[in-house]
């Protein structure tokens, strides 16, 4: 690890030009090279947000059935459109490379720190399966604006630190964990390796077996990703889902599976087609296309209405605790850190990942935020800003490419949503499972999310299993009022029903 007081001794007493001035590459330790090589790094083990993004919200439905191009993304029959899908994801992939390009090249310029921005996963699943459903995309997008905005006003008001500190580490953990079960699950029903049965809820595969080339292709693509990741390779989700696609597009040319079909195709691909395509412009036309007031108004009724604010208040959480933590940790391993724990220029950076998360409603990818994965571009010498904007130019060339998307199919992709549960699942040792005070309320967070398909109720579990806990413990002063609050709130969320019925 590179100590950033201590510049390499090459550079004597050299002036530094105005790009390192700026930058302050030499006073942390690198060099222009080191911070280009690091930059890109970051890019390739960060890339694989543009095949998997456009698989979560470019594939999903609104509360009219429709796919965020607009178009519906199922027949009179019932079955996949696949054009209609081909075209959303190719959409979805170019704004989410635009807006992951804008913002990171922000965090250089401003932030001057060494991490890269995109969708977050997790944050993308909750639009895409809790929000989307219930109004239109618009107005969903509109709604991780607002989100966007509170969170700007929480770091420059300073009450993030207010925030941070309500909601205890055990639950931050649940939620943390849970999304990640949930969007595994995802990943599973997306190639096709859990579907819905006659007899049981789900079963493994076509009638409890694993069969056709596009489970193969799953699972294929998964040996691959685990054999690269344990081998520690760099970018290993990347070159696995390439992977994946080439073999899915020679299996396609010669087999000629075609569209998977409950009735007639169960074989087949399940959301789109593996298929060469021909380049055309990237397509932007989902910029914009935000309705800041309709998803309030779309909510209707008290309960529906209150639901919608927990949803708001869940995914500011999630974008707030990860982006704290993902900071912290990149800085650590950089040796950027001062000796309160804290990176330089703190306050510019969260600012960077708010506006991101504004950016992210406004392009219509979901919320984008700072990524973990920028660690590897760190390990590789990135120590600044430049080591930002070389990631963040690195996205908007690949804007070019999003066409390609298209050639990914669900198969090849789905194993790296698989492999996220995997990852965020390792941070379920940060619970004390010998206290259950704090373990029984993590377990239901986590549990939940995944067998409910609801991440809002692991969260609302969670809250005021925690609470009611505390209390029967004595411990009510050891719980923050916000908790308290919040804990209320979905206690009235849960109960709607019931509230209804009584007043009705």
Known sequence: MVNSSSPPASTGTRTPSGLDAFFEITKRGSTIAREVRGGLVTFFTMAYILALNPLIIGTATDVNGLLLSGLPKLDAAGQVIGVNVATSIAMVAAATALIA???????????????????GLGLNAVLAYVLAPRMTWAQAMGLVVWEGVIITILVLTGFRQAVFRAVPRSLRTGISVGIGLFIAFIGLVDAGVVRKAAGTPVELGIGGSLQGWPIGIFLITLGILVLLFVRRVKGAMLIAILSGTVLAVIVEAVARLGAHSATDNPTGWMLNVPKFTTFTAPDLSLIGKVDLFGGFAA??????????????????????FDTMGTVVAVGA????????????????????????AMAGGVGSVSSNTSYIESAAGVGEGARTGLASVVTGLAFLLSLFLAPLVNMVPSEAA??????VGFLMMSQVTQVDWDDPEDGIPAFLTMALMPFTYSITAGIGAGFISYTVIKLSKGKARSVHPLMYLVAGLFVIYFAQGAIIGLLG
């Not at 309960?303 to 927990?310: C, K, R």
């Open 101 to 119: 390009g804008l913002m990171t090249i922000l965090m250089g310029v401003y932030g001057r720190f060494p991490i890269g921005l995109a969708t």
């Open 333 to 356: 391993e950089g040796d950027l850190l001062d000796e309160s724990g804290n990176p330089p220029r703190t306050q510019q950076i969260l600012l960077v990942d708010s506006i991101a």
């Open 299 to 320: 909510a209707g009724g008290f309960g529906a209405g209150l639901g919608l604010v927990l949803i708001v208040f869940s995914l500011l959480l999630a974008d707030f």
């Open 414 to 419: 789905a194993p790296a949503l698989f492999f």
